[in-house]
């Protein structure tokens, strides 16, 4: 573990990581910070290889790339494999350029002292290789402290500006029960179990919006949390249920007040005397009534027939 030289290059100048930076693409204003940081991170041998995991640490080349863990893949498939970028400081130049982003990813290398020399001097656009041998950085020609092994900091456990990785949690006595890797991933789990959780609950409520109460139910059974919106689902089908009923009810008491209509235009045939209301205008009201309740649940039936 440690450092080690798989790429076998040798040690680059100063000026020659400023002509690596520019000639990949990386804006030339930038090339002089930039370079430092590479003297800081590699003491500008891009072959090296930082494998040290406790301080979640698989970075490579001049600016140190980090490939750690959950690294690995998004790296990989942006910049190449570990192995291209050891062996290839174009390779490293154009992943640092991406990583770095024309200044906005610049606190991927916090670590290392080019970076807080130059964030303590108020972190002025474009620091020129004589503000930055001033301030103290490693120039080559500045006498700046230059990086000596393990981890400077670099294009740590950071993707283009964002916070490094956290440090993990230590106890008294116990010393670190949870690295920041550990953490990292702890986080990355309760993650995606409460967006499985939201995902479930919503999924409930759409069953019961298409009628389907009873799978919801069964859903929502197994979900922490979930009573609350089986309640609110059970208070919603309640409220679907009545309405249904009120429906029905009016639906039959315009039948009732149908068939009472046509007996009150019949009239009297004479007096004292009702015409009767004939027997095909009594089938035909029955008929409806009948349809009308066979789509009632008993229940159902029952309350539209006690008024």
Known sequence: MGDSYPG????????????????????PRWAPLMAAIAEAESSGHPGVLNDTPSTGDYSVGLWQINYFQSLMLPRTQSYGAPSVLWNDPNA?????????????????WQGDNAWKVWKANGAPMYPTQ????????PTGSSG???????????AGSTTGGQAQAPGGISLPLLGTIITGQQEIQIKGWFLMISGSLVAAVGLAVLLASFGLESKAGQL????????????????????????????????????RGSQRRATAAMGPRSAGQLRQVSTTEQR????????????LTPRERQQAESF
């Open 144 to 154: 700046g402290v230059p990086y000596t092994g393990g981890n400077a900091g670099g």
């Open 92 to 108: 490293q130049a154009k992943a640092a350029i991406s990583i770095f982003a024309n200044g906005a990813g610049a606190g991927a």
């Open 284 to 295: 035909r009201n029955k008929e409806r009534v009948a349809r009308a309740k066979r789509d």
């Open 220 to 255: 929502l059974n197994v979900v922490p949390g979930g009573a609350a919106v089986k309640g609110a689902t059970k208070a919603r089908s309640a409220s679907k249920a009545a309405a249904s009923t009120q429906a029905n009810r009016m639906q039959l008491e315009q039948e």
């Open 130 to 137: 004589a503000q930055l041998a001033n301030w103290g950085a």
């Open 8 to 27: 076998g290059q040798g040690v680059l100048t100063f000026s020659q990581i400023e002509n690596l930076w520019t000639n990949n693409g990386g804006d």
